[in-house]
């Protein structure tokens, strides 16, 4: 079974600070995903990667930043939080890009 | 730019009872469509999907969901509702074009089962 996991299921940081959100999968899959899940939005995606080192942006990219230094490793950076960030976010991984996705069990983060 | 509705926020049902949640895709090309639920506090999972082929789809927990390419849906059925299919469903869409496609997804419908 494929499995991602996330560094954190749940999250408090202070308006300001950076913060990093990691996510591993184990299936070495090829394009990796960060989407935020808000009530009444659905998911929206923030940025995804194709390839090592590789990124494009999603549809809400302002305020966030991604690294993938290493195949399973997708990470996604906020720079400083601000309270609108507050949310719930999601990592998946997929071996083509339109295949399925899996997912990991998210990380709800709270910025005050 | 590819689009998908999910028209209910919600759907109750009674326990044994069919059950439909709804969706609506808009793509330029011929779609990949999925299906996820999500249950509380966890991520989301696979649980259809039709790339192309027979229209009609078997997923997951006893689950199909028919394209309709005339009526640009496709939408989730079950025979008979468990008070475990009590979830959050999201339906998603890809255009089956080349290149770095998105997958867009829809905002949710919650979908409660009453016994």
């Known amino acids: 079974d494929v499995k991602v996991t996330q560094s954190s299921r749940y999250l408090v940081k202070r308006t300001g600070e950076k913060v990093f959100l990691e996510c591993v999968q184990d299936?070495?899959?090829?394009?990796m995903f960060w989407y935020r899940q808000d009530p009444g939005l659905g998911l929206r995606l923030i940025y995804f990667?194709?390839?090592?080192?590789?990124?494009e942006k999603g549809d809400i990219p302002e305020g966030y930043s991604v690294s993938r230094e290493k195949k399973e490793r997708f990470s996604l950076i906020l720079e400083s939080a601000s309270t609108n960030q507050t949310s719930m976010y999601l990592c998946?991984?997929?071996?083509?890009?339109?295949?399925?996705?899996?997912f990991g069990p998210g990380t709800r983060l709270l910025v005050l | 730019a590819q689009s998908v509705a999910q028209p209910e926020d919600q759907v109750n049902v009674a326990e044994g009872n069919p059950l439909t949640v709804k969706c609506t895709y808009s793509?330029?090309?011929?779609?990949?469509l999925f299906w996820y639920v999500q249950y509380p506090n966890r991520g989301l999972q696979f649980l259809l999907k039709y790339i192309t082929g027979d229209n009609l789809v078997k997923g997951s927990y006893g689950f199909e969901a028919e394209f309709n390419k005339s009526q640009t849906s496709f939408h989730l059925k079950k025979p008979s509702a468990l008070v475990s299919d009590s979830a959050l469903y999201f339906c998603?869409?890809?255009?089956?074009?080349?290149?770095?496609?998105?997958?867009?997804f829809g905002t949710g419908t919650k979908l409660q089962v009453i016994p």
């Open positions: 793509v330029s090309g011929n779609p990949y």
């Open positions: 998603a869409v890809r255009d089956a074009s080349g290149g770095y496609q998105k997958v867009t």
């Open positions: 998946a991984s997929s071996f083509r890009q339109w295949e399925t996705q899996y």
């Open positions: 990667s194709y390839d090592v080192k590789m990124k």
């Open positions: 299936m070495d899959h090829e394009n």
